[in-house]
C-alpha cells in the first residue's frame, strides 16, 4: 500500500502558473509510472501527465508545451509544474501512482483542487 498526498493546488489567475506536488508514503522507485490526472464538474477523469520508471513522458494535448512532470526517487515525490493556466484548467488534480498504462493506476491521491480564474 501507498499513500499519496497532493499539495500545490489553489487559486491562480489566468496566465499564471503552479507547482503541484504528491508525496508518496513509500519509495517509488519501483513504481512502473506515476501520472496527473484532472476531473472538471461534469466530466470525466482524464490524464494530464504520465512518466514511467525509464523518464519518459507524455502529456494530454490540452496541455502539451505548458505542463512538466517530473520526479524525484529519493525523495518519493513527483511534481507537475504547469504554467500559461487556463480557465479551462480548473480541475480537481489527482496523482496517481503505479500505472502500468494511462489509463489504469494502482494508487490515488484524493486531489487538490485548482481554480484558474479569466
Known amino acids: 500500500q501507498v499513500q499519496l498526498v497532493e499539495s500545490g493546488g489553489g487559486l491562480v489567475q489566468a496566465g499564471g502558473s503552479l507547482r503541484l506536488s504528491c508525496a508518496a508514503s513509500?519509495?517509488?522507485?519501483?513504481?512502473?509510472?506515476m501520472g496527473w490526472y484532472r476531473q472538471a464538474p461534469g466530466k470525466q477523469r482524464e490524464l494530464v501527465a504520465r512518466?514511467?520508471?525509464?523518464?519518459?513522458?507524455n502529456y494530454a494535448d490540452s496541455v502539451k508545451g505548458r505542463s512538466t512532470i517530473s520526479r524525484d526517487n529519493t525523495k518519493n515525490m513527483v511534481f507537475l509544474e504547469m504554467n500559461s493556466l487556463k480557465p479551462e484548467d480548473t480541475a480537481v488534480y489527482y496523482c496517481a501512482a503505479d500505472c502500468p498504462t494511462a489509463t489504469l493506476c494502482g494508487y490515488w491521491g484524493r486531489g487538490t483542487q485548482v481554480t484558474v480564474s479569466s
Open positions: 513509500r519509495s517509488i522507485f519501483r513504481f512502473n509510472a
Open positions: 512518466m514511467d520508471s525509464g523518464g519518459s513522458t
